[in-house]
């Protein structure tokens, strides 16, 4: 019988750390949390203290009981879930079930999931972080307080189920700004202005940068016509000539920002996939004869810290592969930024003598190249600075001056094995090689060179630098930001377009109202100094319910007076054509509609549209889209409508005409598609002839040999061909528990499901994309 109990909150953690640990002990999985806030209710007493009234979650009791009764039996219990403020919680709440069976609890934490992260773990046991679960407390309860409190005042105007979240309605709100700044952005002309000058023989390309030795610009075609015919003649020499050496050192250890930001540059990775990646690579991977094994150490930190056996075992791997050259000499210290949390090192492979290419068979391709991310960067972070000769040249004729300047590799270092990407690539970056002149020399003017250039507006942020901004700002935390991310755009107030967030008109309607009612508690700085208090909670420097007391005395007077008159500033700058009065937006069960606020003695709507400058433009409703083809019934004509099951072609005498067909749309207009149309293609499955069906979820293909063979598929049109869509389940994994999730359907369509339900009840909405895969809803 095993004489400890080790509790983790994942069974794919439980099974690696149960290798490591032996016989004397048993290593069980509490699924993640057991106990929260309830769902139907508040679920905190205001009036005594912010009291938080826990219920074990739904599902859990069987664990629980089965908690309780090994604890009962062991002779010590160590609680080992994740070492941060979740996982402090979740340690919590397992010690305030099992303690009554037995109170011999510890709290240890695993930082890396290998025999000797493991053993220290083990060997260095504390008490339960009590400060650190009063922090997770504040925050479950500040975000509870506003999403309870504030969320049904969105109901009543737009549409039951909206929810209002603390910290992500302020990532909103950036998003929603910064499309603003967008639409209001008015582009100014101006000229890149490039001289080529001919020196000692050599041809140098400079560009125009200052005049009497302040910068200077042209910002139209007049003024450089006239700058070229001032200067035809002028005399041009070098004024000064400028070469040196410089370093550029390596970029430290990912932190979880950095991570996610670099994964979604490189990767297209989004921070939630990120982070369900690492988290899998942490908790440990099957190995074949070494078995589950760790590969990274704990994905949610913000310290680049990183141990000294780690250092040494870099450096020695990178004199054995690249040689002493590439060896880092230098001694580096990152610069220290506020409320970092120190507990845990950077994120690093767990050995780099496990290189990528060495566990590639066992990972997924997303795993491998995360894992293989991961274990660049770090191994770079150890390697000596890549070392550029830098070149200036300026030419002037005493007035003008022109800038050349050149930037060439001396030795690669770092960069011989990992390069950083860039959110924005920028078309000054130095490059080239300059000739060698000295000063004095003269500069022969061949030629003037411009090009018309417009003011660019600042772009729309994509998951890399979105998260750079939460955490510049100081919005949320980092292990926050992939929930943060795919909150928003789950809840449909943001769309994701070419990997850049743009902002639905729900979005932009829901942000109005909470920043116009709420304009202290979705503010920035606000949200950011909440942060730091939570901070401070964890540290023991201030007390938690002092931090909810004072939190609460702001955000009831904003509450009260929006629960006694919401404000719904929501006028566009356009009057109702029938009565004059302003128009406002509105949102039906259909969407966001333009209506006059003197309804009901007005009854004016209108569909609308955005420009690119952001200003509304009505958009006059029809009774459906034009076709021009007859109804064989009446006489009218037919028109696309859309249904909860997609377009369809219906009757315009409807409601005294109800024919309706269905239609695919071609290149040059569209098809009526009749019921059991047959089409070229044929059944994969048995070879016989496919036709098109009518079920009730819309059309589909089956086969004419059903019941004998039964092949059903989606289809596709492609080149006006009718082409069956062949279903391809992905690979996806729980990132809850570790195990795998299997397709499932409901009368309300297809999901994934946990392999482990029911100690694992996750469950994903599924999407089939137009290649037949059969993926997780985003």
């Not at 160590?78 to 070492?83: E, K, S, T, V």
């Not at 988290?279 to 000294?308: C, F, H, K, N, W």
């Not at 955005?610 to 019934?633: A, F, M, Q, Y």
Request: glycine share 6%.
């Amino acid at each position: 019988m095993s004489k400890n109990l080790v509790i983790v909150e994942s069974p794919a953690k439980a099974r690696t750390i149960e290798k490591y640990l032996g016989k004397d002990f048993k290593v069980m999985a509490s699924v993640g949390h057991v106990k929260d806030l309830p769902e139907n209710e508040l679920g905190v007493d205001i009036e005594n203290g912010f009291k938080p009234k826990y219920r074990v979650i739904k599902g859990k009791k069987k664990i629980i009981d089965a908690l309780k009764k090994e604890a009962e039996k062991s002779d010590t219990i160590y609680l080992a879930p994740d070492p941060d403020r979740e996982g402090e919680a979740i340690a919590w709440h397992i010690a305030e079930e099992v303690k009554k069976k037995n109170p011999n609890i510890k709290r240890v934490e695993f930082h890396e999931i290998t025999k000797k992260g493991v053993a220290e773990g083990i060997s260095n046991p504390k008490d339960i972080n009590i400060q650190r679960v009063n922090a997770q407390q504040s925050r479950r309860i500040l975000d509870r307080l506003v999403g309870y409190l504030v969320s049904p005042l969105l109901w009543k105007p737009l549409k039951y189920g909206l929810s209002a979240g603390r910290v992500q309605s302020v990532a909103l709100r950036l998003i929603c700004e910064r499309e603003e700044e967008i639409e209001k952005f008015v582009p100014k002309e101006y000229h890149l202005v490039d001289g080529i000058f001919l020196c000692n023989n050599h041809e140098i390309k400079a560009r125009l940068e200052k005049k009497n030795g302040k910068k200077f610009e042209l910002n139209t075609q007049e003024q450089v016509d006239n700058f070229k015919k001032e200067i035809k003649d002028h005399e041009f020499y070098v004024s000064k000539v400028e070469k040196k050496e410089v370093k550029q050192f390596a970029p430290l250890p990912f932190i979880t920002s950095t991570l996610q930001q670099e994964a979604a540059r490189k990767l297209s990775f989004s921070a939630k996939k990120t982070m369900m990646i690492a988290q899998q690579l942490y908790e440990g991977v099957e190995l074949g004869a070494e078995g589950p094994t760790g590969l990274i150490t704990y994905m949610r930190t913000d310290s680049t810290r990183v141990s000294d056996d780690a250092k040494s075992e870099a450096q020695n791997y990178i004199l054995k592969r690249f040689g002493e050259k590439y060896c880092s000499n230098e001694k580096r210290v990152s610069k220290k930024k506020q409320n970092v949390q120190d507990a845990h090192e950077a994120i690093r492979p767990t050995s780099v003598l496990r290189e990528p290419e060495s566990v590639k068979n066992y990972l997924t391709q997303d795993q491998y190249k995360l894992y293989k991310l991961i274990w660049e960067r770090f191994v770079a972070s150890q390697m000596a600075p890549a070392i550029f000769d830098k070149s200036t040249i300026e030419i002037s004729d005493g007035v003008y001056t022109f800038v050349a300047r050149g930037k060439i590799l001396k030795f690669d270092g770092f960069m011989k094995l990992y390069v950083e990407g860039k959110d924005n690539e920028s078309e000054n970056d130095e490059e080239g090689i300059i000739p060698d002149v000295k000063e004095s020399d003269l500069a022969i003017l061949k030629e003037i060179v411009s090009k018309q250039m417009f003011t660019s507006p600042p772009p729309r942020y994509t998951e890399a630098t979105l998260v750079k901004a939460l955490e510049q700002k100081g919005i949320g935390r980092p292990s926050t930001y992939a929930t943060i991310i795919s909150t928003i755009v789950d809840r449909g107030y943001v769309e994701v377009k070419e990997r850049r967030f743009y902002p639905t008109e729900l979005g932009r309607i829901v942000n109005k109202l909470l920043t116009t009612n709420f304009p202290k508690i979705f503010d920035v700085k606000f949200t950011a100094e909440m942060e730091k208090d939570l901070d401070q909670v964890e540290k023991g420097e201030i007390d938690w319910k002092k931090v909810l007391s004072d939190f609460y005395s702001s955000f009831e007077q904003e509450l009260k007076k929006a629960e006694n008159k919401l404000v719904m500033d929501l006028r566009i700058d356009k009057k109702c054509p029938e009565c004059g009065s302003d128009l406002i937006i509105k949102y039906g069960k259909n969407g966001p509609f333009v209506a006059c606020e003197n309804y009901p003695d007005c009854k004016y709507s209108s569909d609308f549209k955005r420009g690119e400058n952001g200003l509304i433009e009505l958009v006059e409703r029809k009774n459906g889209e034009s076709t021009g083809l007859k109804c064989e019934k009446c006489g009218s004509e037919m028109v696309i409508k859309k249904s909860r099951f997609g377009e369809i072609l219906a009757c315009s005498g409807y409601p005294e005409c109800k024919n309706i067909k269905n239609f695919i749309r071609l290149k040059d207009g569209i098809k009526v598609i009749e019921k059991n149309e047959k089409i070229d293609e044929k059944c994969p499955e048995c070879g016989g002839n496919l036709f098109i069906k009518k079920g009730k979820n819309g059309l589909f293909l089956g086969c004419e040999n059903y019941p004998d063979c039964k092949f059903t598929a989606n289809f596709r049109v492609e080149d006006d061909k009718i082409i069956p869509v062949i279903k391809k389940i992905d690979d996806i994994t729980c990132e809850k528990c570790g195990g795998k999730m299997v397709l499932k359907r409901s009368r309300r369509g297809s999901f994934f499901a946990c392999e482990n339900y029911p100690e694992c009840k996750n469950t994903k909405s599924a999407i089939t994309l137009e290649d037949g895969t059969i993926t997780v809803k985003k």
